[in-house]
């Protein structure tokens, strides 16, 4: 038993024993940036990217079918999808309940929006492009800068082979590349031996944006968990544990595909070096084992099947399911839900309650979310399951509920409201949970994946919850309703509430859907 087992453990006690350091404090004066700085790189301005009406989230998030082929990338549309994910596209300044709210008006930290929502607002996975000779620019490796949407060039010369090497048998031939990074400093400044657990849940909710993006444009993505990470991180001058590699995306190109398989580069590797910007970077032995854990097989690809015991067993008990109407968004194309998304903190009313009709189709759409790629082949069973607690929501008694996405229905679980218990088991005080329509709970057998394909089924996990809140908060934008994610919750009191102790299904974040009160406080800063 591998140490993940132990850290997952960590993980959903560490409400009623905290980790180490357990008296830790951030210095959010000496706090790095928000993304890597690569000074003297050469940049190049991505071009803009129409979003066509018709890439609805409809099409995003139910899809009816995989597409048979995949459509071709091009320059615009792997800008868009880089913007409308991981790009700055507004200024969070709205009169809300969070901690951060006073210094919001700063410019120096100014809290931007993005497509994509991120544990703490930190956004620490780096996108890096490795491209061959089959794409747009000269052959290298770039990085993706979100703050000024253009890709810095850090190494020039055809080292697609590389990854195509790392990755294996995986994926359609080609030689360009996204690779998902994490300099864990981005996070742990603030959350320190915690930080692993949330950023593993970031490249998650990116790679589920990504999906989503990609499917209502009727592109294919088959990312990778699994691949030599020592090597790719060789190539891209990575120190042993300053960042990790978490997913590596294949993208078939317009143009003419490369004439024979790309070589390996042999020993070619990025020199330049991202300038950190605190004086001091902590070092946290927690964090260090775990990523160590998770890297250490990384090329170990789980066989077909592997994960098909981890998933949650068939539905047990005698009460009367409660049937819920069929799914439906409104006519939203994705970038609109992707740039309307924001967290609600403090801001919901329960005057008005959520029709069942929008809960059933948040639910339906987070059932419905795939990682795709050797994370969860095609055909594969469903690694997460979702539960329900339903404070206001029109013609569902209030009461715990577990929902069956193969028969579209809610299975009761505890009757009785659940504000109570709700509030009770929340650390933080920017939400008011009973004045929420509902809180959805995204369990997975954790120890049953670990045990399956070993120490990196803890970055699947993760990935896979990280998916679900991204597509939760894209359902909710699109449907007009509020929506908030959390991590600060007693773990172990939703395992007792909910009856999971025999299951080994472990609760993993809380997602909270409601509407807001009228006529809020904001400024509109994409007309300043």
């Known amino acids: 038993m591998g140490y993940a087992h132990d850290y997952a453990t960590a993980i959903m006690h560490r409400g009623r024993i905290p980790m180490e350091p357990a008296d830790f404090v ?78 919001l008006p700063h410019y120096t930290q100014a809290n931007w929006s993005r497509g994509t929502a991120s544990g703490g607002g930190l956004y620490p996975v780096s996108v890096y492009w490795v491209s061959g000779p089959s794409g747009p620019l000269t052959p290298g490796v770039h990085y993706y800068s979100p703050l000024r949407h253009c890709m810095q060039r850090l190494l020039a010369g055809d080292v697609s082979g590389e990854v195509r090497a790392a990755l294996g048998a995986h994926g359609e031939a080609t030689d360009q590349y996204l690779v998902l990074g994490v300099k864990y400093w981005q996070n742990a400044f603030k959350y320190n031996s915690f930080s692993f657990h949330a950023v593993s849940m970031d490249v998650g909710a990116l790679l ?42 294949p993208l078939v190109w317009d143009g003419p595909r490369p004439a024979t398989d790309p070589t390996e580069a042999g020993g070619a590797a990025v020199r330049r070096r991202d300038r950190e910007r605190s004086r001091t970077v902590l070092d946290f032995d927690t964090l260090r084992r775990i990523h160590r854990a998770t890297a250490e097989h990384a090329s170990d690809r789980p066989a077909p099947g592997a994960l098909d015991g981890s998933a949650p067993a068939a539905p047990t008990g005698a009460a009367e399911p409660v049937a819920l109407p069929p799914a439906a968004f ?157 991590l600060g919750f007693d773990n172990i009191s939703y395992i007792e509430e909910l009856g999971l102790a025999d299951t080994g299904e472990a609760p993993l974040l809380i997602m909270l859907l409601g509407n807001e009160r009228p006529h809020p406080a904001d400024f509109r800063s994409d007309i300043a």
Do not use: M
Not at 68 to 91: I, N
Not at 350 to 362: G, R
Not at 421 to 447: C, D, H, I, M
């Open 26 to 103: 951030p210095d959010w004066a000496d706090r790095p940036r928000k993304a890597k700085y690569y000074p003297g790189a050469e940049s190049f301005p991505l071009p803009e990217a129409h979003y066509p009406a018709h890439a609805t989230v409809t099409a995003g998030c139910l899809p009816e079918a995989a597409p048979d082929t995949a459509e071709p990338f091009t320059l615009p549309l792997l800008s868009g999808l880089l913007q409308d994910s991981y790009g700055l596209v507004g200024r969070r300044l709205a009169v809300q309940a969070n901690t951060d709210l006073g210094a």
């Open 208 to 249: 589920g944006t990504w999906q989503i993006w990609a499917r209502a444009r009727g592109l294919r993505l088959a990312p990778a968990l699994w691949f030599d990470e020592a090597r790719l991180a060789g190539l891209l001058g990575l120190g042993e544990d300053e960042e990790g590699l978490f997913a590596v995306v």
């Open 330 to 486: 409104p006519e939203v194309d994705v970038r609109t839900a992707l740039r309307t998304r924001r967290s609600s903190f403090g801001r919901f009313d329960a005057t008005v309650p959520v029709t069942t009709a929008q809960l059933a189709t948040t639910l339906a759409a987070c059932a419905a979310t795939r990682l795709g790629g050797d994370a969860e082949p095609e055909g594969s069973p469903r690694q997460a399951r979702l539960y329900a607690f339903v404070n206001h929501v029109e013609g569902v008694e209030p009461g715990a509920y577990a929902y069956e996405p193969d028969t579209h229905t809610l299975r009761p679980v505890a009757p009785g409201a659940p504000g109570s218990f709700l509030q009770k088991n929340y650390f933080l005080s920017n939400y008011n949970l009973e004045q929420t329509g509902a809180v959805l709970v995204p369990t997975v057998r954790t120890t049953a994946v670990l045990d399956a394909v070993g120490d990196r089924g803890y970055r699947l996990v993760n990935a896979t919850v990280g998916a679900i809140a991204q597509t939760f908060y894209t359902a909710s934008a699109a449907l007009g309703l509020g929506a908030g994610v959390a």
